[in-house]
C-alpha cells in the first residue's frame, strides 16, 4: 500500500493532538485516559501540580487531583509501576503485567529490572524475600520507616541509609533487598501517599488489596512488545520507530520488526508528510481528513515530563517547537509549561505555586508567535490552571 502524502503538517499536528486527548476535555474514565496515553509518568517535583495531575488536567473534563488517588489508591484501577525507562509510571491495573513484560529488559542506568533482580536471586534473598512477605502479610498500608518498625528492624534500617548516604555500599540486610526486589516486581503495591511537599508512599503487599495475580502475567516478551509498541503508535497518532525507541527504552533496532509485522498486519499504514515517511495506526486514519478541517484552537498547558514532549526530535519534526530546561537546577529552576493552542505550540510559562500563601506566581512568560501575545484563551487558561491549583492570586513577577 502506498503512503498517503500531507505536505501541510497541520493535519499530522491535529491528528496527534486529537490521539492525544488533547483536542477536548473528554469524559472517558481515568483508566480508559491513561491507557489510551500509554500511562502518566510520576515525578516527585513540587513546583506546581505533580506531572501525573497536569496531564489529566489537560486531558479529563472537571478533573480534580482526588479523582486520580482514588482510582490510583482506593479503587487500584491504575496502579505506579516502573515502565518506560525504569521510570515511574500510572498504568492500567489490568495491563501492568504486559508493561513489565515488554520492558523487563530494558537497560537504563547500567542494568535492566530483569538483571538487577537476577543479581539479587540467591537462596538468601529469596528467604529474606518470604520473611518479608509473611512480616507484612495482613498489614495496612505502611511507610518505609513503619514497616522496619513493624519488623524490629528499625536500628538496622537507620544504620543502612546513614551507611548509605556516607557511600558505604558495604552493609545491607538481605531483607532490604527484598524490598527493593518486591517494589521492583510491583508485589508491594503504593497504595496511598502522605500530604507534605514529596508525598510519601505508603506500601502494601498486593494480596493485602485482593490482588493475588496480575492480569496477564506470564505473557510473553515478544507479544508484550507488539501490545505497547501499537499502544504507543495509537496514542501519538502518527509516528516512526526511533521516536518509539526514545520513549520506551527499547534499542531502534529491536523495535523496528514490530513496525514491519504490524504493516504486514494491517494496524499500521506509511503516511508521507513532504518527502519522509513515518506511520499512521489504522484507527486513526479517518483523522486524517476529519482533521484537514481546521484545529480546536483550544488552549493547554502541557508539563515538561508529559509525553507528547518527551521526544524532543519528535516534537521538532512535528510541531516545529523544542524547548530546554534543567530539571536539577536547584536555585531558579524553570518549570515550563509549554502553551499549546490548537495544535500550535506559541510560547511558555515558567510557573511556581506558593501553598502557604496561596499565591500561584508568573515568573517568567514567553510567548515567541506575536500573533498569540494578546489570545484570551490563554489568559483563560492561566486562571483555569490557578483555580485548579486552589489559588486566590495570580501573581506576575516578571
Not at 501525573?52 to 484501577?77: C, I, P, Q
Not at 495509537?234 to 509485522?261: D, L, R
Amino acid at each position: 500500500m502506498g503512503a498517503e502524502v500531507y505536505d501541510e503538517k497541520s493535519v499530522i499536528r491535529n491528528v496527534i493532538v486529537s490521539s492525544q486527548h488533547l483536542d477536548k476535555r473528554c469524559t472517558d474514565s481515568i483508566e480508559d485516559i491513561v491507557s489510551d496515553i500509554c500511562g502518566l509518568q510520576y515525578d516527585p517535583n513540587p513546583t506546581i501540580h505533580l506531572n501525573h495531575y497536569m496531564m489529566l488536567w489537560n486531558r479529563k473534563k472537571d478533573f480534580s487531583v482526588g479523582d486520580l488517588d482514588t482510582a490510583a489508591y482506593k479503587e487500584f484501577k491504575i496502579t505506579e509501576a516502573f515502565a518506560f525507562k525504569r521510570n515511574m509510571f500510572f498504568v492500567p491495573t489490568d495491563e501492568f503485567a504486559v508493561y513489565r513484560a515488554a520492558l523487563k529488559d530494558v537497560v537504563r542506568w547500567g542494568s535492566s529490572d530483569e538483571s538487577w533482580l537476577a543479581a539479587a536471586s540467591g537462596p538468601e534473598d529469596l528467604a529474606a524475600e518470604e520473611e518479608l512477605r509473611k512480616g507484612l502479610k495482613n498489614q495496612p498500608g505502611m511507610t518505609t520507616n513503619q514497616i522496619w518498625e513493624c519488623l524490629h528492624l528499625s536500628d538496622e534500617w537507620h544504620a543502612y541509609v546513614k551507611a548509605r548516604r556516607a557511600g558505604d555500599l558495604g552493609f545491607e540486610l538481605p531483607i532490604f533487598r527484598a524490598f527493593y526486589r518486591l517494589k521492583r516486581k510491583t508485589d508491594l503495591v503504593t497504595c496511598g501517599r502522605n500530604p507534605g511537599t514529596f508525598k510519601e508512599p505508603l506500601y502494601i503487599l498486593k494480596e493485602n488489596i485482593g490482588i493475588k495475580e496480575w492480569p496477564n502475567s506470564g505473557m510473553d516478551k515478544n507479544r508484550a512488545r507488539s501490545i505497547i509498541i501499537e499502544k504507543l503508535i495509537a496514542s501519538f497518532g502518527v509516528t516512526y520507530p526511533v521516536h518509539i525507541s526514545h520513549i520506551t527504552g527499547i534499542p531502534t533496532a529491536e523495535v523496528k520488526p514490530f513496525f514491519s509485522a504490524l504493516e504486514q498486519e494491517g494496524k499500521i499504514a506509511p503516511v508521507k508528510v513532504g518527502k519522509k515517511s513515518y506511520y499512521i495506526h489504522w484507527s486513526k486514519t479517518y483523522l486524517l481528513d476529519r482533521c484537514a478541517e481546521g484545529d480546536s484552537e483550544e488552549v493547554r498547558l502541557i508539563s515538561p515530563m508529559d509525553i507528547l514532549v518527551r521526544d524532543q526530535t519528535w516534537l521538532k519534526t512535528f510541531f516545529d517547537y523544542s524547548y530546554t530546561f534543567e530539571y536539577f537546577k536547584k536555585k531558579g529552576m524553570k518549570w515550563p509549561l509549554s502553551i499549546l493552542v490548537g495544535n500550535r505550540f506559541v510560547g511558555y510559562f515558567d510557573c511556581k505555586m506558593e501553598w502557604r500563601t496561596k499565591r500561584f506566581l508568573i515568573k517568567e512568560k514567553n510567548i515567541f508567535d506575536s500573533a498569540f501575545r494578546d489570545h484570551k484563551g490563554i489568559g483563560l487558561a492561566l486562571q483555569d490552571l490557578a483555580a485548579f491549583h486552589g489559588a486566590e492570586d495570580i501573581v506576575e513577577i516578571i
